[in-house]
């Protein structure tokens, strides 16, 4: 069955620093994949999303590019913010349905 | 447009109560979930609605019922709540267009606490 993988947390970064969380996944056929971001406290939000091979998702500084070859998808932003300090999910939808199947979240602290 | 609205925020349940969750989306998308939120394990998909009228089970029913009231509305019935269910609940709703598997959108969460 398809399957999301990502790096395990928590991630702490400084203020400024590169970040990249690893996301790889199995799936049959050509899925959807998404980054989500949840804040403390609140549901789950689309970052970026990404819909076929070699096409780029980008916002907010954040950028993840669909790699079929390798079957990744991970998540980096050249400098980070306090503000970006969160939990991070990875997920896709696979053909033939509805539902979406989620990693199981990185934490990144971004110290000032 | 609210987006997707869950009612309670937060909940106190004893063993063997009962309670519904509400949920519901303003933006006219067919397809519905539930999921549950517990510390280190991701999002759990408890039950989905496709479209109105239809309800399929997730990974993780047990204990668990739903009903697509309408096409706005999903609920989420605990018949006798159980300690193991203390969770985060989220509802969520997407929509497929032109064969694209488009993002989920979510509510703010219940947070329940069964003693």
């Known amino acids: 069955g398809n399957s999301v993988t990502q790096m395990e947390g928590p991630v702490t970064l400084s203020e400024e620093a590169f970040l990249t969380i690893n996301c790889t996944y199995t799936?049959?056929?050509?899925?959807?994949l998404f980054w989500y971001v949840q804040y403390p406290g609140e549901g789950l939000q689309l970052l970026l999303k990404?819909?076929?091979?070699?096409d780029k998702g980008s916002n907010k500084g954040f950028e993840a590019t669909y790699r079929k070859e390798t079957t990744s998808f991970h998540l980096e932003k050249g400098s980070v913010q306090v503000s970006d300090s969160a939990v991070y999910f990875c997920?896709?939808?696979?053909?033939?349905?509805?539902?979406?199947?989620f990693g199981a979240g990185t934490r990144l602290f971004v110290k000032a | 447009n609210a987006g997707v609205t869950q009612t309670p925020k937060f909940q106190v349940l004893k063993t063997g109560q009962s309670m519904t969750l509400q949920c519901a989306q303003d933006?006219?998308?067919?397809?519905m979930y539930w999921y549950r939120q517990d510390p280190g394990m991701g999002l759990r998909l408890i039950y989905y609605?496709?479209?109105?009228?239809?309800?399929d089970k997730g990974e993780v029913p047990n204990g668990y019922n739903v009903s697509r009231l309408n096409k706005r509305e999903f609920s989420l019935r605990l018949e006798s709540a159980a300690p193991s269910q203390t969770s985060v609940y989220f509802c969520?709703?997407?929509?497929?267009?032109?064969?694209?598997?488009?993002?989920?959108?979510f509510g703010p969460g219940t947070r329940l606490t069964v003693l």
């Open positions: 997920a896709l939808t696979g053909t033939g349905g509805f539902k979406t199947i």
């Open positions: 799936a049959t056929g050509y899925p959807s």
């Open positions: 609605s496709a479209s109105e009228g239809t309800t």
């Open positions: 969520a709703s997407s929509e497929r267009t032109s064969g694209t598997y488009n993002e989920q959108f």
């Open positions: 933006m006219n998308h067919n397809s």
């Open positions: 990404a819909t076929k091979a070699d």
